[in-house]
């Protein structure tokens, strides 16, 4: 019998993983369904690092990835006049990137060319999510939110996102209970202006308060600017972490309300971005969240990209890596669901927590971003002594020719099919 599997979310990671099972398995059934009225298509620049990067040339996707980057050439510091502090560029290398990755692009733009391959080979149901399920040694039931209806799949794989309903219930806790807060909230959109004038780096600017601004370009020719605005709080600073997750809750017109209440007296291009955060029509905030979940697995239950481990900085690349193993294990362990969803959660746990940083990653933003103009001075001359004495670049030369690459993944050598 064919494979019956129901992929909760249509985002990078259920999309990858569909890619590979299909490649595995050319006659699945595969129902992908998404509480969304549309496919979002939209979002911030993400990248593309460490085994991510194999994955891809695998997948015959490198080529068409890189015609639709960004065309950021690196990442630049800048003061309250604009004035350069630092500039990171990019290493010009898949194996050892900088700020800037060598596959910088548009979360959207990677969405469609993921999902384009697939979408006439599955079935996706809109304006629908998993309310609960049930599982069996043969299968699991799920019920569906909105048409009250239940079906039984040989698997059910919750890539749903930072807030997975589907991992509270699989861990019987508040999908909250995972969710390591890095005292980060960020806000992304759109301005329908170019703020960079037509240059190719993106700029940040950090103020007191833990108040940051970066903006990127778009390589659309009508000119436009992807914008983040960023509140780093400490972990003492715990009114104004309220605000924002209060905020946050109540929808984008209150974080708008409140991202003009706490930028409009920051200075550098602020007012501008402002403005154009009001004239955007994708704006989208959120909390900068780490996933930090015991297990990957349960049964015939799975979870899948950020679901059960995102991260920030590096969570496109562990959602295309997460997908490629899953479908991998399923191939090399057919008809056993138990091994290979063993094994999938053997391959990327300990590497998702290599990845995640521990103690040292959960102080990285406040360091990148002070609370005072004093800290923020100290930083700045930090990094305007490193990159004025090349010693960034040095470090990543030596560090490439000694064998410091990227870390990547041991997985298998999956005996995939040949294309069809």
């Known amino acids: 019998m064919p494979l019956n599997i129901l992929i909760s979310g249509s985002g990078i990671a259920g999309a990858l993983f569909s890619f590979w099972l299909l490649r595995a398995h050319p006659d699945a059934n595969i129902t992908i369904v998404e509480r969304d009225p549309a496919l979002r298509l939209t979002g911030a620049s993400v990248d593309i690092r460490s085994s991510a990067v ?9 080529e068409e990835i890189r015609r639709q980057s960004t065309q950021e050439e690196g990442m630049q510091l800048v003061d309250v006049d604009g004035r350069e502090i630092a500039t990171f560029r990019a290493t010009g290398r898949s194996d050892v990137q900088s700020m800037t990755s060598e596959y910088e692009i548009f979360r959207g733009e990677l969405a469609k060319i993921f999902l384009n391959p697939i979408t006439d ?9 998993v309310d609960h399920f049930e599982q069996h040694d043969d299968g699991v039931d799920v019920t569906f939110t909105k048409s009250k209806q239940m079906k039984k799949y040989d698997l059910l794989v919750a890539a749903d996102g930072l807030g ?20 980060v909230h960020v806000a992304y959109f759109t301005i329908k202006e170019d703020l960079l004038q037509g240059g190719r780096l993106a700029k940040g ?27 780093i709080t400490t972990k003492g600073d715990i009114e104004m972490k309220e605000r924002l997750n209060k905020t946050l809750r109540e929808g984008n017109e209150s974080y708008m309300n409140l991202m003009e209440e706490l930028f409009q007296d920051m200075g550098w291009l602020a007012p501008e971005t402002l403005k154009g955060m009001r004239q955007s029509d994708d704006f989208y905030c959120s909390l900068f969240g780490q996933i ?16 059960g481990y995102a991260t920030p900085g590096f969570g496109t690349s562990l959602a295309i890596i997460g997908g490629y193993v899953l479908a991998g294990e399923l191939l090399n362990h057919p008809g056993d669901f138990k091994t290979a969803l063993k094994g999938y959660e053997d391959i990327l746990l300990p590497f998702v927590k290599h990845t995640q940083g521990g103690t ?9 971003n002070p609370q005072t103009q004093w800290g923020i001075k100290i930083r700045n001359t930090i990094l305007w002594f490193v990159t004025r004495t090349k010693l960034d670049q040095m470090a990543m030369t030596v560090g490439a020719k000694l064998g410091f690459t990227e870390k990547k ?10 294309k069809s």
Request: glycine share 8%.
């Open 54 to 62: 194999d994955i891809i040339k695998r997948m015959g996707a490198e």
């Open 121 to 129: 080979r599955v079935k996706l149901i809109f304006n629908e999510s």
């Open 164 to 183: 997975s309903r589907i991992r509270g219930k699989m861990l019987n806790t508040s999908p909250q209970e995972q969710l390591h807060d890095e005292g």
């Open 205 to 231: 600017f950090s103020d007191v308060g833990g108040r940051a601004l970066y903006l990127r370009p778009d390589p659309d020719p009508a000119g436009r600017t992807r914008a983040i605005f960023m509140n």
């Open 292 to 307: 930090r979940s015991p297990k990957l697995q349960d049964g015939r239950v799975v979870l899948l990209g950020d679901a």
């Open 360 to 368: 040292i990653g959960d102080y990285a933003m406040q360091l990148l």
């Open 409 to 418: 993944v041991p997985m298998p050598d999956y005996p995939w099919p040949a």
